[in-house]
């Protein structure tokens, strides 16, 4: 009896190392399903505010589009265009003609900027940059000038520099394209 109290059993160690590992490949298995979900909603998120955004027919009627339609299907709780160069017809809430000089003012030499970095939080915000705790900026070339799309969010962790920017650049994209059609 003495001598049993000195076997290890290698069986019942490795059973327990394999559960371990199944249960370790389980909770990767799942975070990468549930990413690819998470992936999937916001892909068709912007397939959703393209479409909306392709509907546009005038500057008034994107205005109207990205303030109340798209910025609502895409969560933001700010969403403004800035735009160099460009005769805009009155009455828009959403839309800011800017002078040559502006986005690159804001941007400092970036194509694209997400995170808390509110440094130009009145500038783009206006009343709202007391609330706005994360933005997201993306430079547009459009023609005439440059443009600047902002998002802006009450919550500091919807946007930060280590998100990928694909899905939002192609909105971005859509834009820049939608408006260019409007130069002249």
Known sequence: MAEQANIIDFEAASRVRMLERVRSLTMTRDALIENAKQN?????????????????????????????????????????????GAKLPKGLERIFA??????????????????????????????????????ALLRLDWGPGEALLVFGSKDRRAFSAEQGTDLIAFFAKAVERLISRWAG
């Open 40 to 84: 999937h909603a916001s892909t068709a998120l912007i397939h959703g505010a393209v479409l909306k955004l392709l509907d546009a027919k005038n500057w008034h009627d994107l205005d109207t589009r990205l303030q109340y339609n798209i910025r609502t299907t895409l969560g933001a709780d700010f969403l403004g265009l800035y735009v160099e």
């Open 98 to 135: 800017k002078p040559e000089g502006f986005v690159t003012h804001v941007m400092q030499g970036h194509f694209e900027r997400l995170g808390p970095g509110l440094l130009n939080g009145p500038l783009l915000f206006g009343e709202q940059a007391n609330q706005i705790r994360s933005e």
